[in-house]
Protein backbone atom coordinates (compact mmCIF):
# COMPACT_ATOMS: atom_id res chain seq x y z
CA UNK A 1 0.00 0.00 0.00
CA UNK A 2 1.30 3.29 -1.07
CA UNK A 3 2.06 5.79 1.80
CA UNK A 4 1.21 9.32 1.72
CA UNK A 5 3.35 11.61 1.96
CA UNK A 6 3.15 13.45 5.31
CA UNK A 7 0.46 16.67 5.55
CA UNK A 8 2.51 18.98 7.20
CA UNK A 9 5.28 20.54 5.80
CA UNK A 10 8.57 22.27 7.94
CA UNK A 11 8.33 25.94 8.61
CA UNK A 12 10.84 28.84 9.78
CA UNK A 13 8.71 31.50 9.50
CA UNK A 14 8.23 33.44 12.95
CA UNK A 15 4.31 33.10 12.75
CA UNK A 16 2.70 29.66 12.09
CA UNK A 17 -1.11 29.05 11.67
CA UNK A 18 -3.16 26.61 11.39
CA UNK A 19 -6.62 26.96 9.62
CA UNK A 20 -8.99 24.22 10.28
CA UNK A 21 -11.98 23.76 7.98
CA UNK A 22 -14.34 20.88 6.93
CA UNK A 23 -16.30 20.07 3.38
CA UNK A 24 -19.04 22.95 3.82
CA UNK A 25 -18.96 24.97 0.66
CA UNK A 26 -18.48 27.87 2.63
CA UNK A 27 -15.16 26.51 3.54
CA UNK A 28 -13.27 27.75 0.51
CA UNK A 29 -14.63 31.76 0.36
CA UNK A 30 -12.83 31.67 4.66
CA UNK A 31 -9.48 30.33 3.49
CA UNK A 32 -9.14 33.14 0.53
CA UNK A 33 -10.28 35.83 2.93
CA UNK A 34 -8.03 34.48 5.66
CA UNK A 35 -5.28 34.31 2.97
CA UNK A 36 -6.34 37.82 1.71
CA UNK A 37 -6.04 39.46 5.16
CA UNK A 38 -2.44 37.57 5.96
CA UNK A 39 -1.18 39.22 2.67
CA UNK A 40 -2.67 42.42 3.21
CA UNK A 41 -1.77 43.34 7.02
CA UNK A 42 1.54 40.95 6.65
CA UNK A 43 4.92 42.78 6.10
CA UNK A 44 5.92 39.96 3.77
CA UNK A 45 4.91 36.40 2.94
CA UNK A 46 7.72 34.78 5.14
CA UNK A 47 6.56 36.68 8.29
CA UNK A 48 3.68 33.96 8.42
CA UNK A 49 3.18 30.22 7.35
CA UNK A 50 -0.90 29.47 6.81
CA UNK A 51 -1.06 25.50 6.56
CA UNK A 52 -4.94 23.97 5.93
CA UNK A 53 -6.27 21.07 7.35
CA UNK A 54 -9.66 19.59 6.54
CA UNK A 55 -10.57 17.83 9.68
CA UNK A 56 -12.48 15.10 7.55
CA UNK A 57 -9.18 13.97 5.94
CA UNK A 58 -6.93 14.58 8.95
CA UNK A 59 -9.66 13.54 12.28
CA UNK A 60 -6.53 12.59 14.36
CA UNK A 61 -5.10 16.30 14.45
CA UNK A 62 -8.55 18.15 15.27
CA UNK A 63 -8.42 15.91 18.35
CA UNK A 64 -4.61 16.52 18.95
CA UNK A 65 -5.55 20.30 19.20
CA UNK A 66 -8.69 19.48 21.04
CA UNK A 67 -10.79 21.52 18.51
CA UNK A 68 -14.58 22.11 19.38
CA UNK A 69 -15.60 23.04 16.09
CA UNK A 70 -14.84 24.21 12.35
CA UNK A 71 -13.61 26.50 11.15
CA UNK A 72 -10.64 27.34 13.63
CA UNK A 73 -7.50 28.82 13.63
CA UNK A 74 -4.57 28.06 15.57
CA UNK A 75 -1.45 29.96 16.10
CA UNK A 76 0.75 27.39 16.69
CA UNK A 77 3.78 29.24 17.13
CA UNK A 78 5.17 31.13 18.98
CA UNK A 79 4.13 29.16 21.66
CA UNK A 80 1.54 29.21 24.18
CA UNK A 81 -0.83 28.36 21.42
CA UNK A 82 -3.74 30.15 20.48
CA UNK A 83 -6.87 29.00 19.19
CA UNK A 84 -9.81 31.07 17.43
CA UNK A 85 -13.04 29.63 16.67
CA UNK A 86 -16.31 30.76 14.91
CA UNK A 87 -17.48 32.24 11.81
CA UNK A 88 -15.91 35.77 12.16
CA UNK A 89 -11.92 34.67 12.10
CA UNK A 90 -11.04 37.26 9.83
CA UNK A 91 -12.49 39.87 12.78
CA UNK A 92 -10.84 37.74 15.71
CA UNK A 93 -7.56 37.98 13.78
CA UNK A 94 -7.90 41.30 12.76
CA UNK A 95 -8.32 42.44 16.45
CA UNK A 96 -5.62 39.73 17.62
CA UNK A 97 -3.04 41.30 14.99
CA UNK A 98 -1.88 43.82 17.06
CA UNK A 99 -0.50 41.61 20.02
CA UNK A 100 0.47 38.55 17.95
CA UNK A 101 2.97 41.07 16.51
CA UNK A 102 4.24 41.76 19.68
CA UNK A 103 4.73 38.46 21.02
CA UNK A 104 6.22 37.24 17.85
CA UNK A 105 9.03 40.40 18.52
CA UNK A 106 9.44 39.48 21.81
CA UNK A 107 10.49 35.71 20.91
CA UNK A 108 12.39 37.13 17.94
CA UNK A 109 14.33 38.98 20.81
CA UNK A 110 14.64 36.02 23.17
CA UNK A 111 15.59 33.70 20.64
CA UNK A 112 18.22 36.38 19.75
CA UNK A 113 19.64 36.80 22.91
CA UNK A 114 19.70 32.27 23.20
CA UNK A 115 21.91 32.49 19.98
CA UNK A 116 24.09 34.90 21.38
CA UNK A 117 24.33 33.00 24.62
CA UNK A 118 24.31 29.49 22.64
CA UNK A 119 25.87 30.09 18.99
CA UNK A 120 25.47 26.07 18.30
CA UNK A 121 21.96 25.83 19.14
CA UNK A 122 19.32 27.89 17.56
CA UNK A 123 16.57 27.78 20.18
CA UNK A 124 13.74 29.03 17.89
CA UNK A 125 14.26 27.27 14.64
CA UNK A 126 15.01 24.00 17.00
CA UNK A 127 11.50 24.80 18.56
CA UNK A 128 9.16 25.17 15.05
CA UNK A 129 11.10 22.46 13.91
CA UNK A 130 10.80 20.40 16.76
CA UNK A 131 6.42 21.17 16.62
CA UNK A 132 6.24 20.43 12.96
CA UNK A 133 8.03 17.40 13.21
CA UNK A 134 5.91 16.42 16.36
CA UNK A 135 3.03 16.95 13.97
CA UNK A 136 4.34 15.05 10.99
CA UNK A 137 4.74 11.75 13.41
CA UNK A 138 1.34 11.97 14.80
CA UNK A 139 0.08 11.89 11.14
CA UNK A 140 2.17 9.15 10.47
CA UNK A 141 1.08 7.07 13.15
CA UNK A 142 -2.82 7.66 12.54
CA UNK A 143 -2.12 6.69 8.73
CA UNK A 144 0.17 3.85 9.68
CA UNK A 145 -2.48 3.04 11.84
CA UNK A 146 -5.25 3.06 9.91
CA UNK A 147 -2.96 1.19 7.15
CA UNK A 148 -2.58 -1.79 9.69
CA UNK A 149 -6.41 -1.90 10.21
CA UNK A 150 -7.38 -1.88 6.58
CA UNK A 151 -4.36 -5.16 6.15
CA UNK A 152 -5.55 -7.18 9.14
CA UNK A 153 -9.64 -6.64 7.77
CA UNK A 154 -7.99 -7.78 4.03
CA UNK A 155 -6.29 -10.90 5.72
CA UNK A 156 -9.63 -11.58 8.00
CA UNK A 157 -11.31 -11.84 4.75
CA UNK A 158 -8.93 -13.67 2.79
CA UNK A 159 -8.94 -16.28 5.53
CA UNK A 160 -12.26 -16.52 5.58
CA UNK A 161 -12.58 -17.20 1.91
CA UNK A 162 -9.93 -19.77 2.20
CA UNK A 163 -11.89 -21.60 4.72
CA UNK A 164 -15.35 -20.89 3.19
CA UNK A 165 -14.12 -22.46 -0.46
CA UNK A 166 -12.41 -25.49 1.54
CA UNK A 167 -15.87 -26.29 3.14
CA UNK A 168 -17.85 -25.47 0.15
CA UNK A 169 -15.39 -27.25 -2.18
CA UNK A 170 -15.91 -30.40 -0.48
CA UNK A 171 -19.57 -31.42 -1.42
CA UNK A 172 -19.32 -30.70 -5.30
CA UNK A 173 -15.84 -32.83 -5.27
CA UNK A 174 -17.34 -35.68 -3.12
CA UNK A 175 -20.37 -35.96 -6.09
CA UNK A 176 -17.75 -35.95 -8.57
CA UNK A 177 -15.89 -38.80 -7.46
CA UNK A 178 -18.51 -40.64 -5.89
CA UNK A 179 -20.17 -40.04 -10.05
CA UNK A 180 -16.45 -41.26 -11.91
CA UNK A 181 -16.47 -44.32 -8.92
CA UNK A 182 -20.09 -45.52 -10.25
CA UNK A 183 -18.71 -44.87 -13.62
CA UNK A 184 -15.84 -47.23 -13.34
CA UNK A 185 -17.41 -49.86 -11.38
CA UNK A 186 -20.19 -49.97 -14.08
CA UNK A 187 -18.02 -49.97 -17.18
CA UNK A 188 -15.86 -52.73 -15.49
CA UNK A 189 -18.50 -55.44 -14.19
CA UNK A 190 -20.36 -57.09 -16.89
CA UNK A 191 -23.81 -58.55 -16.83
CA UNK A 192 -24.23 -61.51 -18.65
CA UNK A 193 -25.10 -60.87 -21.82
CA UNK A 194 -21.51 -59.11 -21.72
CA UNK A 195 -22.77 -55.25 -21.71
CA UNK A 196 -21.84 -52.93 -18.98
CA UNK A 197 -24.67 -53.03 -15.69
CA UNK A 198 -24.76 -49.07 -16.25
CA UNK A 199 -27.48 -48.54 -19.38
CA UNK A 200 -26.55 -45.34 -21.52
CA UNK A 201 -29.37 -43.07 -19.83
CA UNK A 202 -28.26 -43.43 -16.48
CA UNK A 203 -24.45 -42.98 -17.79
CA UNK A 204 -25.13 -39.86 -19.83
CA UNK A 205 -27.46 -38.89 -16.12
CA UNK A 206 -24.15 -39.11 -14.24
CA UNK A 207 -21.88 -37.48 -16.29
CA UNK A 208 -24.45 -34.74 -16.85
CA UNK A 209 -24.55 -34.25 -13.13
CA UNK A 210 -20.77 -34.66 -12.68
CA UNK A 211 -20.31 -31.88 -15.02
CA UNK A 212 -22.82 -29.54 -13.20
CA UNK A 213 -20.99 -29.98 -10.26
CA UNK A 214 -17.74 -29.72 -11.51
CA UNK A 215 -19.03 -26.42 -13.20
CA UNK A 216 -20.08 -25.13 -9.94
CA UNK A 217 -16.36 -26.05 -8.66
CA UNK A 218 -14.51 -23.65 -11.04
CA UNK A 219 -17.19 -21.13 -10.57
CA UNK A 220 -16.64 -20.57 -6.70
CA UNK A 221 -13.16 -20.71 -7.69
CA UNK A 222 -13.30 -17.90 -10.40
CA UNK A 223 -15.49 -15.94 -7.79
CA UNK A 224 -13.08 -16.52 -5.20
CA UNK A 225 -9.88 -15.26 -7.40
CA UNK A 226 -11.85 -12.28 -8.96
CA UNK A 227 -12.83 -11.12 -5.65
CA UNK A 228 -9.15 -11.17 -4.78
CA UNK A 229 -7.58 -9.31 -7.68
CA UNK A 230 -10.46 -7.18 -7.65
CA UNK A 231 -10.97 -6.10 -4.45
CA UNK A 232 -9.94 -2.48 -3.48
CA UNK A 233 -9.10 -1.79 -7.41
CA UNK A 234 -11.27 -0.16 -10.04
CA UNK A 235 -12.75 -2.85 -12.60
CA UNK A 236 -11.72 -2.41 -16.20
CA UNK A 237 -14.19 -3.40 -18.47
CA UNK A 238 -13.88 -3.54 -22.58
CA UNK A 239 -17.22 -2.39 -23.97
CA UNK A 240 -18.41 -3.27 -27.39
CA UNK A 241 -21.60 -2.71 -29.36
CA UNK A 242 -23.57 -5.82 -27.59
CA UNK A 243 -27.16 -8.05 -28.23
CA UNK A 244 -28.58 -7.94 -25.43
CA UNK A 245 -31.20 -10.57 -26.26
CA UNK A 246 -28.37 -12.57 -27.34
CA UNK A 247 -26.31 -12.74 -24.48
CA UNK A 248 -29.86 -13.31 -22.40
CA UNK A 249 -30.38 -16.55 -24.31
CA UNK A 250 -26.91 -17.91 -23.81
CA UNK A 251 -26.67 -17.21 -20.08
CA UNK A 252 -30.36 -18.94 -20.15
CA UNK A 253 -29.03 -21.81 -22.04
CA UNK A 254 -26.05 -22.01 -19.73
CA UNK A 255 -28.25 -22.11 -16.93
CA UNK A 256 -31.06 -24.56 -17.96
CA UNK A 257 -30.09 -27.47 -15.68
CA UNK A 258 -29.59 -25.39 -12.71
CA UNK A 259 -33.45 -24.25 -13.39
CA UNK A 260 -34.06 -27.76 -13.83
CA UNK A 261 -32.74 -29.23 -10.70
CA UNK A 262 -35.70 -26.96 -8.53
CA UNK A 263 -38.24 -27.48 -10.99
CA UNK A 264 -38.17 -23.28 -11.45
CA UNK A 265 -40.09 -21.63 -14.72
CA UNK A 266 -38.41 -19.30 -16.16
CA UNK A 267 -40.79 -16.18 -17.50
CA UNK A 268 -38.64 -14.12 -20.39
CA UNK A 269 -40.22 -10.98 -21.51
CA UNK A 270 -37.88 -9.53 -23.76
CA UNK A 271 -38.99 -6.85 -26.82
CA UNK A 272 -38.25 -7.37 -29.61
CA UNK A 273 -36.67 -4.19 -30.93
CA UNK A 274 -34.48 -3.92 -27.93
CA UNK A 275 -31.20 -1.30 -29.06
CA UNK A 276 -28.11 -2.57 -28.90
CA UNK A 277 -26.26 -1.82 -25.75
CA UNK A 278 -22.48 -0.51 -25.11
CA UNK A 279 -20.83 -3.11 -22.60
CA UNK A 280 -18.15 -5.93 -21.81
CA UNK A 281 -20.10 -8.90 -22.64
CA UNK A 282 -18.16 -11.24 -20.80
CA UNK A 283 -18.58 -8.82 -17.49
CA UNK A 284 -22.55 -8.50 -18.23
CA UNK A 285 -22.98 -12.41 -18.32
CA UNK A 286 -21.32 -12.46 -15.46
CA UNK A 287 -23.95 -10.37 -13.71
CA UNK A 288 -26.83 -12.17 -15.01
CA UNK A 289 -25.50 -15.42 -13.78
CA UNK A 290 -24.51 -14.23 -10.51
CA UNK A 291 -28.33 -12.50 -10.43
CA UNK A 292 -29.70 -15.99 -11.78
CA UNK A 293 -27.66 -18.21 -9.41
CA UNK A 294 -29.23 -16.32 -6.47
CA UNK A 295 -32.72 -16.63 -8.17
CA UNK A 296 -32.17 -20.22 -7.75
CA UNK A 297 -30.52 -20.47 -4.89
CA UNK A 298 -33.14 -18.45 -2.81
CA UNK A 299 -36.49 -20.11 -4.16
CA UNK A 300 -37.73 -23.10 -2.95
CA UNK A 301 -38.72 -25.47 -5.58
CA UNK A 302 -41.30 -25.02 -8.25
CA UNK A 303 -40.82 -21.56 -8.45
CA UNK A 304 -41.04 -18.90 -10.78
CA UNK A 305 -37.70 -16.86 -11.96
CA UNK A 306 -38.54 -13.72 -14.24
CA UNK A 307 -35.94 -12.02 -17.03
CA UNK A 308 -37.24 -9.18 -18.60
CA UNK A 309 -35.61 -6.03 -20.50
CA UNK A 310 -36.67 -2.46 -21.02
CA UNK A 311 -36.10 0.12 -23.11
CA UNK A 312 -36.27 3.18 -19.81
CA UNK A 313 -35.05 5.68 -22.19
CA UNK A 314 -33.27 6.55 -25.32
CA UNK A 315 -30.17 6.33 -23.24
CA UNK A 316 -30.82 3.32 -20.79
CA UNK A 317 -31.69 -0.01 -20.82
CA UNK A 318 -32.82 -2.06 -17.84
CA UNK A 319 -32.44 -5.70 -16.96
CA UNK A 320 -34.90 -6.89 -14.59
CA UNK A 321 -34.39 -10.54 -12.68
CA UNK A 322 -36.89 -11.92 -10.24
CA UNK A 323 -38.02 -14.15 -8.45
CA UNK A 324 -40.91 -15.69 -5.91
CA UNK A 325 -37.74 -16.61 -2.82
CA UNK A 326 -38.02 -15.20 0.37
CA UNK A 327 -37.29 -11.63 -0.34
CA UNK A 328 -35.35 -9.11 1.20
CA UNK A 329 -35.78 -6.96 4.39
CA UNK A 330 -35.76 -3.35 3.39
CA UNK A 331 -33.00 -2.13 5.90
CA UNK A 332 -30.89 -4.73 4.14
CA UNK A 333 -31.68 -3.56 0.26
CA UNK A 334 -28.37 -1.46 0.16
CA UNK A 335 -25.95 -3.83 2.11
CA UNK A 336 -26.64 -7.21 0.10
CA UNK A 337 -24.49 -4.62 -2.18
CA UNK A 338 -21.72 -4.51 0.12
CA UNK A 339 -18.97 -7.08 -0.01
CA UNK A 340 -19.00 -9.95 2.66
CA UNK A 341 -22.74 -8.95 3.67
CA UNK A 342 -25.23 -12.25 3.52
CA UNK A 343 -28.58 -12.01 5.42
CA UNK A 344 -28.51 -13.97 8.88
CA UNK A 345 -31.54 -16.20 7.36
CA UNK A 346 -29.24 -17.53 4.33
CA UNK A 347 -25.54 -18.11 6.36
CA UNK A 348 -26.54 -22.08 6.25
CA UNK A 349 -26.34 -21.75 2.17
CA UNK A 350 -23.13 -22.17 -0.08
CA UNK A 351 -21.77 -17.89 -0.70
CA UNK A 352 -19.48 -15.81 0.42
CA UNK A 353 -21.51 -12.79 0.23
CA UNK A 354 -19.30 -11.22 -2.99
CA UNK A 355 -21.82 -12.08 -5.84
CA UNK A 356 -24.01 -8.53 -5.51
CA UNK A 357 -20.94 -6.44 -4.42
CA UNK A 358 -19.28 -7.99 -7.47
CA UNK A 359 -22.24 -7.01 -9.88
CA UNK A 360 -22.50 -3.65 -8.63
CA UNK A 361 -18.43 -3.04 -9.01
CA UNK A 362 -19.33 -4.21 -12.65
CA UNK A 363 -22.42 -2.21 -13.06
CA UNK A 364 -20.68 0.94 -12.04
CA UNK A 365 -18.01 1.05 -14.43
CA UNK A 366 -20.61 0.95 -17.00
CA UNK A 367 -22.33 4.00 -15.19
CA UNK A 368 -25.13 1.83 -14.69
CA UNK A 369 -27.53 1.30 -11.32
CA UNK A 370 -28.27 -1.60 -9.75
CA UNK A 371 -30.89 -1.91 -7.14
CA UNK A 372 -33.12 -4.55 -5.75
CA UNK A 373 -37.22 -4.35 -5.11
CA UNK A 374 -38.47 -6.64 -2.75
CA UNK A 375 -40.54 -7.28 0.42
CA UNK A 376 -40.19 -10.02 2.62
CA UNK A 377 -42.40 -13.11 1.28
CA UNK A 378 -43.05 -11.78 -1.89
CA UNK A 379 -39.78 -11.78 -3.69
CA UNK A 380 -36.93 -10.09 -4.98
CA UNK A 381 -36.43 -8.05 -8.20
CA UNK A 382 -33.12 -7.10 -8.91
CA UNK A 383 -32.42 -4.04 -11.77
CA UNK A 384 -29.68 -2.78 -13.55
CA UNK A 385 -29.22 -0.30 -16.22
CA UNK A 386 -27.07 -0.43 -19.12
CA UNK A 387 -26.45 2.63 -21.61
CA UNK A 388 -27.30 2.27 -25.33
CA UNK A 389 -25.12 1.67 -27.37
CA UNK A 390 -24.94 5.22 -30.25
CA UNK A 391 -22.36 4.41 -32.24
CA UNK A 392 -19.71 6.21 -30.14
CA UNK A 393 -20.34 5.47 -25.89
CA UNK A 394 -22.94 6.61 -24.50
CA UNK A 395 -22.10 7.34 -20.85
P1 LIG B 1 -24.21 -14.97 -1.48
O1 LIG B 1 -25.46 -15.32 -2.22
O2 LIG B 1 -23.03 -15.70 -1.96
O3 LIG B 1 -24.38 -15.02 0.00
P2 LIG B 1 -24.51 -12.33 -2.62
O4 LIG B 1 -23.58 -11.15 -2.54
O5 LIG B 1 -24.86 -12.81 -3.97
O6 LIG B 1 -23.83 -13.46 -1.77
O7 LIG B 1 -25.83 -11.98 -1.83
C1 LIG B 1 -25.78 -11.34 -0.56
C2 LIG B 1 -26.96 -11.73 0.28
O8 LIG B 1 -28.17 -11.17 -0.26
C3 LIG B 1 -27.23 -13.24 0.32
O9 LIG B 1 -26.47 -13.86 1.30
C4 LIG B 1 -28.71 -13.31 0.62
O10 LIG B 1 -28.91 -13.18 2.00
C5 LIG B 1 -29.27 -12.05 -0.06
N1 LIG B 1 -29.83 -12.36 -1.41
C6 LIG B 1 -29.21 -12.21 -2.61
N2 LIG B 1 -30.04 -12.55 -3.62
C7 LIG B 1 -31.22 -12.90 -3.05
C8 LIG B 1 -32.49 -13.33 -3.58
N3 LIG B 1 -32.70 -13.47 -4.90
N4 LIG B 1 -33.47 -13.60 -2.68
C9 LIG B 1 -33.26 -13.45 -1.35
N5 LIG B 1 -32.10 -13.04 -0.79
C10 LIG B 1 -31.09 -12.77 -1.63
Given at each position: ??????????????????????????S?????????????????D????????????????????????????????????Q????S??????????????????????????H????P???????????????L??????????????????Q???????????????????????????????????R???????????L????????????????????D????????????????????????????????????????????????????????????????????????????????????????????????????????????N???????????????????????????????????G???????????????????????????
Amino acid sequence: MEAQSPQFKLSEAPLQLLLFIDKRPSSGEKIRQIRQFLKETATDDTYYDLQIVDVGEQPHLAEYFKLMATPSLIRIHPEPRQVLAGSDLVAQLSSWWGRWQRVVDEQAAESASHVRDNPASPHTIHSIAHSAELLQLSDEIFRLHREKEELQAQVRFKDQLISMLAHDLRNPLTAVSIAIETLEIGNSSRDEAGGTRLNPALMAQIMKHARTQTKAIDRMITDILQAAREKGAGIKIQPEEVDLTALCLEVLNQLEEQFKIKSHQVAIDIPSDLPKVYADPERIKQVMINLLDNAVKYTPEHGTIQIGILHRTTQKVQISIGDDGPGIPEENQQSIFEDCFRLKRDEAKDGYGIGLGLCKRVVQAHYGQIWVDSSPNHGSCFHFTLPVYCGVPTA
